[in-house]
C-alpha cells in the first residue's frame, strides 16, 4: 500500500521568496517518488522524480527536492520563486516494480502556488 | 510534435448519453493510462494499459469501458453518463520499468460537462 499527504493545499509566497511545498509519503516498499506541476487548463508535467540514486534531486525551472527516509519526506523548494511558477503542484508515489508487475503511482491531492508580485 | 495527444478537448452532453474520448500517444510506450481529475484537482487513477493489454482497473463503474486498439491509442467510453462524471479526464503514458521509473507523460486533458 501506499499513499502520499501534501501539508497545505494553498501556498502564498512573494516573488522572490523561498518557496516550500511539504510532501509525506507511506510506501511498503523503497518508494519512486515525483513532483508534477500543472498549469491551468493543461496536464500535468514532470518536475522531478527520486529513484534512489541520490538523496537530492534537481528539476526544471529551479526547482530541487531532497529524499529523507527517516521523516518520510520529500519536500518540493525553490530558492526564489517567479510569477510564472504559479500552478498546482502533486506529489506522487509509486512502488518498485517487481518482475513482470506493474504498480501504480499515487497522487497527493496538489497544493496550489500563488506567488505575489 | 505532441507527445499525448486527446479529442476533444472539451465535451458537453446530457445525462444518459453515450460519449468517447480518444487518446494518442507517439512516445513508442507501451503503458497508457486514463486518470480522473475531479473539481478539488484530486487525481484518481481509472485504468493502465500495457501493450493493449489491461493492467490496473480500480475501482470504477462499468459504464466505463476502455479499448486499446494498438499500444500507441487507448479510448475510454462512457456508457449512460451521469452528473458525477463531470471532470477532467486525462491520458498517459509511460516507458516500461527499468526505462523511466513510472514516469508518466500526460495529455492535456478532456473536460467533460453532463448536463
Known amino acids: 500500500a501506499q499513499s502520499v499527504t501534501q501539508l497545505g493545499s494553498h501556498v502564498s509566497v512573494s516573488e522572490g521568496a523561498l518557496v516550500l511545498l511539504r510532501c509525506n509519503y507511506s510506501s511498503s516498499v523503497p518508494p519512486y517518488l515525483f513532483w508534477y506541476v500543472q498549469y491551468p487548463n493543461q496536464g500535468l508535467q514532470l518536475l522531478l522524480k527520486y529513484t534512489s540514486a541520490a538523496t537530492l534531486v534537481k528539476g526544471i525551472n529551479g526547482f530541487e527536492a531532497e529524499f529523507k527516509k527517516s521523516e518520510t519526506s520529500f519536500h518540493l523548494t525553490k530558492p526564489s520563486a517567479h510569477m510564472s511558477d504559479a500552478a498546482e503542484y502533486f506529489c506522487a508515489v509509486g512502488g518498485r516494480p517487481y518482475s513482470g508487475g506493474y504498480q501504480k503511482v499515487t497522487f497527493g491531492t496538489g497544493t496550489k502556488l500563488q506567488v505575489i508580485p | 510534435d505532441t507527445a499525448v495527444s486527446q479529442t476533444p478537448k472539451y465535451l458537453v452532453t446530457q445525462m444518459g448519453n453515450d460519449k468517447s474520448i480518444k487518446c494518442e500517444q507517439n512516445?513508442?510506450?507501451?503503458?497508457m493510462y486514463w486518470y480522473k481529475q475531479d473539481s478539488k484537482k484530486f487525481l484518481k487513477i481509472m485504468f493502465s494499459y500495457n501493450n493493449k493489454e489491461l493492467i490496473i482497473n480500480e475501482t470504477v463503474p462499468n459504464r466505463f469501458s476502455p479499448k486499446s486498439p494498438d499500444k500507441a491509442h487507448l479510448n475510454l467510453h462512457i456508457n449512460s453518463l451521469e452528473l458525477g462524471d463531470s471532470a477532467v479526464y486525462f491520458c498517459a503514458s509511460s516507458p516500461p520499468p527499468g526505462q523511466g521509473a513510472y514516469e508518466q507523460y500526460f495529455g492535456p486533458g478532456t473536460r467533460l460537462t453532463v448536463t
Open positions: 512516445l513508442g510506450h507501451d503503458t
